[in-house]
Nanobody, 122 residues
Framework: DVQLVESGGGLVQAGGSLRLSCAASGFPFADYALGWFRRVPGKEREGVSVIGSSRGSEYYADAVKGRFTISRDNAKNTVHLQMNSLNPEETAIYYC???????????????WGQGTQVTVSS
């Protein structure tokens, strides 16, 4: 079975940093695109960052460009999201997702983790 398990969420002050991790199993990790998404209370799930399978091409939402960095370790079947200069509006549940042909939209992913809460205090 496909499993995606997020970790690294928590409480941080505005301007602070967190590093999210997602441990994956049950599928050919290196062949899959991996994405980070978030759901702010009362809003739809939105794409934050994606890293492709081939050549590790990266996508970032405009709101996080220059502050967030996605990376993958194919040897350890993990994907990370380094988040810097966080602001309170980014309080959300952050989800890891995987799909062979995943893009920037949540609908393009079939496999999801359960999410990790990130709370940014002002």
């Amino acid at each position: 079975d496909v499993q995606l398990v997020e970790s690294g969420g928590g409480l941080v002050q505005a301007g602070g940093s967190l590093r999210l991790s997602c441990a994956a199993s049950g599928f050919p990790f290196a062949d899959y695109a991996l994405g980070w998404f978030r759901r702010v209370p009362g809003k739809e799930r939105e794409g934050v960052s994606v890293i492709g399978s081939s050549r590790g091409s990266e996508y970032y939402a405009d709101a996080v460009k220059g502050r967030f960095t996605i990376s993958r370790d194919n040897a350890k079947n993990t994907v990370h999201l380094q988040m810097n200069s966080l602001n309170p509006e980014e309080t959300a549940i952050y989800y890891c997702a995987a799909d062979r042909f995943g893009g920037s939209q949540p609908s393009t992913y079939h496999h999801w983790g359960q999410g990790t809460q990130v709370t940014v205090s002002s």
